[in-house]
C-alpha cells in the first residue's frame, strides 16, 4: 500500500470513528439537571474534543487527497514496539486513573508518551508533562466545573 492510499484509508477510518462517538456522546444522561445542556455540562467537553479531532481528520484526509502516489511505506518492529507500548500506556492510565487520581496519573502519562515520541531531554519532558497536566486540571476543574478523580492524595483543585 502506498503512503496516499494509507494516509487516506487512515483519515477516512477517523471520521467514521468520531462520528460514531459524537453520535454517542448524545447519549450522555442530563437526567439530574436540565441546565446541563447548556454550554457546560457532560457532554460539552466531549464533543469539543470530538469535534477538534473531526477537523484535524478533515485536513488530514484533504493533504492525503493531495498526495501524489509515491513510495511504499513499510512499518519497522521498532514501531510497532512503540505503538504497542503506547497503546499499554494508555491501558495502564485508565486503569489507574479513578484510584490515584489524575495528580499522579496525568503526568506520568504525559511524560511517559514524550519519551516514547523519543523525546530526547528528560528534563524538557518532565517539565512538559507538569505544565500540561497543570493547565489540563485548570480547565476541567474551573473552564468546564468538573472534578477530577482525587485518588489517594485528595488533591482536585488547583487554587
Known sequence: MD???REVAGAIGMVLLVSFFFWQSGKIDLAFSSELETLTGPRAYPRIILTAMGLLCAVQLFQALSLQGGETVKAYGSDM????LMIALVAVFAATFEPLGYVLTAPLLVY????????????NAAAVALIVSAVILVVFRYGLN???PEGVIGIDQVF
Request: charged share 25%.
Open 3 to 5: 503512503q496516499r492510499h
Open 81 to 84: 514496539i512503540r505503538v504497542g
Open 112 to 123: 511517559f508518551s514524550a519519551r516514547l515520541n523519543r523525546a530526547e531531554n528528560q528534563i
Open 146 to 148: 468538573t472534578v477530577l
